[in-house]
């Protein structure tokens, strides 16, 4: 099956603080997502971006298809960052990396 | 709030109990999936109902027994469970099943059960 591999897999930021996340997939897919998990658990999905770039607030996202990696960028940092964030590749299922931990510290 | 929840939110069981979780989508979609986050280890994608018919068993112990009476309920039965099996139980929906439709179709998931089995 598919490997995803993301990186790094902690990471600590000052609030208002800059980052990038990482997701390198084994194969191509037709089916690329990332998500945030908070600490209570809940999964929100973040963005579908199986190539090209979107953007949402100060999120955004960019996938090299052609290359197999996706990465994630948060700008300005709130402590509400906080989580775990999970990319998920496929094409008729979905595999979940490891996730990058998130802690923005106040 | 996603338009997914899932009940009970928490649950502890003896290896001899028979339990139910629940989920419940108010979202109109047409599949739902039945996840398990443990501890240390990447989501397991367990089952895929598309119409109310499983697409996807990837490889889930016949003790963990999935059903889907209509496209907005989605139960997961259990039954003889192992410690191991304690984790997060995470329920999903999307538009479209991911599997026939291959994508594109964002997956909206619900809170979560967090299952202990002793």
Request: charge should be neutral; include cysteine; aromatic fraction near 10%.
């Amino acid at each position: 099956g598919i490997q995803v591999e993301q990186s790094p897999p902690d990471l600590i930021l000052q609030e208002g603080a800059n980052s990038t996340l990482r997701c390198n997939f084994s194969d191509s897919v037709n089916n690329l997502q990332w998500f945030h998990q908070n600490p209570w658990g809940q999964l929100i999905n973040l963005f579908y971006i199986p190539s090209g770039t979107k953007q949402n607030g100060r999120l955004s996202a960019t996938t090299v298809a052609t290359e197999r990696y996706s990465l994630l960028y948060i700008s300005s940092s709130q402590t509400t960052d906080s989580g775990v964030y999970f990319c998920a590749v496929g094409n008729n299922d979905m595999r979940f990396g490891a996730g990058t931990r998130l802690t923005v510290k106040p | 709030e996603t338009g997914v929840t899932q009940t009970p939110r928490h649950l502890v069981m003896g290896m001899t109990n028979k339990k139910s979780l629940k989920c419940e989508q108010h979202l109109g979609h047409n599949a739902m999936y039945w996840y398990k986050q443990s501890a240390k280890k990447p989501l397991e994608l367990m089952f895929v109902y598309s119409l109310e018919e499983r697409v996807e068993n990837n490889s889930v112990p016949s003790r963990f027994s999935p059903e889907c009476p209509n496209s907005s309920h989605l139960f997961l039965h259990l039954h003889t469970l192992q410690p191991e099996d304690s984790a997060l139980y995470l329920c999903a929906s999307s538009q479209d099943s991911l599997l026939v439709a291959g994508g594109p179709d964002t997956q909206y998931f619900g809170p979560g059960t967090r299952l202990t089995v002793l």
